[in-house]
């Protein structure tokens, strides 16, 4: 299980795609009039926009994502030399710090290729 915050936050995001799906999935088309002067957008085009924005965010946050796991890496690499004075306690943090950068960078780099392979095999099953 997931502890705290994290799991919490998994579930929040969990929900709002459950609850927001029907939302988005609804095939009726509502005249411009009735829907606040919002024109209606086919799900291909809400699909492309989706799709520029999530690029968008991502080009973005690959050069933070960058600094932010050097940084981390330097903290841990002088953790790591503390290991003479404080004893193996620190060195099991250090080495669990290590893994986490490790596991978020691949999980970040990784995204792209992880959703094309969902989507891959999505659209293998449906056929």
Do not use: C, H
Not at 4 to 12: E, H, P, R
Not at 23 to 46: H, K
Not at 108 to 119: D, E, H, Q, S
């Amino acid at each position: 299980m997931l502890p705290g915050k994290a799991g919490i936050t998994l579930l929040l995001v969990a929900m709002l795609f459950v609850l927001a799906t029907p939302a988005i999935a609804d095939d009726q088309q509502v005249p411009a009039a009735e829907s606040g002067g919002i024109q209606p957008v086919s799900p291909d085009q809400f699909a492309q926009k989706v799709n520029t924005m999530i690029d968008g965010a991502y080009k973005a946050a690959g050069p933070v994502t960058d600094a932010v796991a050097k940084i981390m890496l330097a903290v841990a690499g002088v953790a790591a030399l503390l290991v003479l004075f404080s004893g193996m306690k620190l060195f099991q943090k250090v080495v669990g710090a290590v893994l986490s950068i490790g596991f978020g960078l691949l999980l970040f780099y990784g995204a792209p290729y992880i959703v094309g392979l969902v989507k891959g095999l999505a659209q293998y099953v449906t056929r």
